[in-house]
């Protein structure tokens, strides 16, 4: 069976390993590549803002499969590795150490990543970010440190990031463009319910709406 009879998947996360696995369940027995920028195994991003930023939870239930599934279904899984071109003539992907993966279909199950803030600052040592395992890491172990922290975003994930900070006793003041949190998803009712919430919240230094404004710069 030569690459021209397989299944390349960019994008080693929740999609990617649904998918591989989807396509061994229907029955695709040709050559199968799972390849990942990140060096952890398959996992799902929720907990990273719940039970496992907060500490309630372990680290191994976040996976997708165990580690043995890949090999057992006879899957390539190849981490660490960024695909810097697709070739769709060739038919061939090439990954950043520049070696080439040949492929019959090519699947792009490259997610998404969060919008830096284009202010001066943003790139200090103190301002992070959450979208990966380690972020999350990163960000429990801040808590341990930090008295204060100011969240910028107050959609889903910076709503439970504050919610977390706020049990590891950290005070946190919540910047939002929108009038109100989660606005745009959950309409103006309710929107106004989940504001309440979390003023009342022990912990909350209240929230600033710097409506249409965004966080202007950061420091420190
Ligand atoms: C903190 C947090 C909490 C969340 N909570 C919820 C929730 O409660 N409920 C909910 O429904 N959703 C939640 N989400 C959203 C959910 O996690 C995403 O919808 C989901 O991760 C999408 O999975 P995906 O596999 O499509 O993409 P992603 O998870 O974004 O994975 C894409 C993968 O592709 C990799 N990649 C990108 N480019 C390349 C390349 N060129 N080469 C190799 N690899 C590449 C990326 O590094 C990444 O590993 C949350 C997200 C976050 C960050």
């Known amino acids: 069976m030569s690459a021209n009879d397989g299944c390349v998947i960019v994008g080693a996360s929740l999609a990617g390993a649904k998918a591989a696995q989807a396509l061994r369940e229907e ?42 599934w890949y090999a057992e279904h006879d899957l390539d899984l190849r981490l660490g590795m960024a695909v810097t071109a697709a070739d769709p003539v060739a038919r061939e992907v090439t990954l950043a150490n520049g070696s080439r993966v040949g492929y019959g279909k090519l699947l792009l199950t490259t997610g998404s990543s969060p919008r830096r803030l284009p202010v001066p600052g943003a790139d200090l040592e103190r301002v992070l970010y959450l979208r990966r395992v380690e972020d999350s890491d990163h960000i429990k172990e801040a808590f341990r440190s930090a008295s204060r922290a100011v969240v910028s975003g107050a959609g889903w994930v910076g709503l439970e990031t504050t919610a977390a900070a706020r049990m590891a006793g950290v005070e946190v003041t919540v910047l939002e463009m929108a009038e109100l949190p989660l606005l745009r998803v959950l309409g103006r009712e309710v929107a106004r319910v989940f504001a309440e919430l979390h003023r009342d919240l022990p912990g909350s230094a209240g929230e600033r709406l710097a409506q249409h404004g965004g966080t202007p710069a950061g420091r420190g």
């Open 27 to 68: 029955g695709f027995d040709g050559p199968l590549v799972l390849i990942g920028d990140e060096s952890e195994q398959p996992y799902e991003r929720p907990p990273l803002s719940k039970g496992y930023l907060t500490g309630k939870d372990a680290r191994e239930p976040i996976y997708v499969h165990p580690p043995q």
